[in-house]
């Protein structure tokens, strides 16, 4: 079975632009979760949707939203961008949004803002 | 609050012995989970090993082994008989089910570099 794709692999902007990444989950997976890599740090999760509702949101500004769509599928979308988005953005996987449930990881998307 | 704590930055190991990555947490909260993923250079997050914080025996998966020691709040991450291709980032990460989310929260890492 394929993992969790995610497309672009690579992405430059320049501050102030829009950007939107996309993520498609493990066939059979309902949830699906977006986290923030900055260099030299761990992932920060950013949000979670399961069945196509918000299931949970970490601490990040209003210029970051999401959306999980019918075939589970998900969108990350980040406006006004700061230098400071410069990260590596990783989406996750699962069956369900149970605390027990492992999430699978994709390649990431790098984003690069100048 | 709930906290991860990767105290080695950096680790190497001689191909072909067992290294022990360190990983400290903290939460009130009594039910939890622990988990381990590597990162290599390409950037996915490869999930490595689950222990629920329920969980009588220590997890293991092939050659990765888990000694939690929940009394401490650790769940040390044993590589037994490294592999060139073990060396990577290897992040621990946490989730607990206060709101119901399943959101990790991770520590800073640790790099492990395997020497031939």
């Known amino acids: 079975d394929a993992g969790v794709t995610q497309s672009p692999t690579h992405l430059i902007k320049t501050r102030g632009q829009q950007v939107t990444l996309r993520c498609s989950p493990i066939?059979?997976?309902?949830?699906v979760s977006w986290y923030q890599q900055v260099l030299g740090q761990g992932p920060q999760f950013i949000f979670q949707y399961y069945e196509k509702e918000e299931r949970g949101r970490g601490n990040f500004p209003d210029r970051f939203s999401a959306r999980q769509f019918p075939n589970y599928s998900s969108e990350l979308n980040v406006n006004a961008l700061l230098l400071g988005d410069s990260a590596l953005y990783l989406c996750?996987?699962?069956?369900?949004?149970?605390?027990?449930?492992?999430?699978?990881f994709g390649p990431g998307t790098r984003l690069l803002v100048l | 609050a709930q906290k991860i704590t990767q105290t080695q930055p950096g680790m190497f190991v001689q191909e072909k012995e067992a290294v022990t990555l360190d990983c400290t947490y903290d939460t009130s909260d009594p039910s939890y989970g622990l988990f381990w993923y590597k990162q290599p250079s390409s950037g996915e997050m490869i999930f490595l090993i689950y222990?629920?914080?329920?969980?009588?025996q220590n997890a293991t998966e092939g050659r990765y082994s888990l000694n939690f020691q929940k009394a401490r709040k650790s769940a040390n991450l044993v590589i037994s008989a490294s592999q060139l291709g073990d060396s990577a980032m290897y992040f621990c990460?946490?989730?607990?089910?206060?709101?119901?989310?399943?959101?990790?929260?991770f520590g800073t890492g640790t790099r492990l570099t395997v020497i031939p």
């Open positions: 066939s059979g997976h309902k949830s």
């Open positions: 990460a946490m989730r607990w089910d206060q709101t119901g989310a399943n959101n990790l929260f």
């Open positions: 996750a996987s699962s069956v369900l949004s149970g605390m027990g449930e492992t999430q699978y």
């Open positions: 222990q629920g914080s329920y969980d009588q």
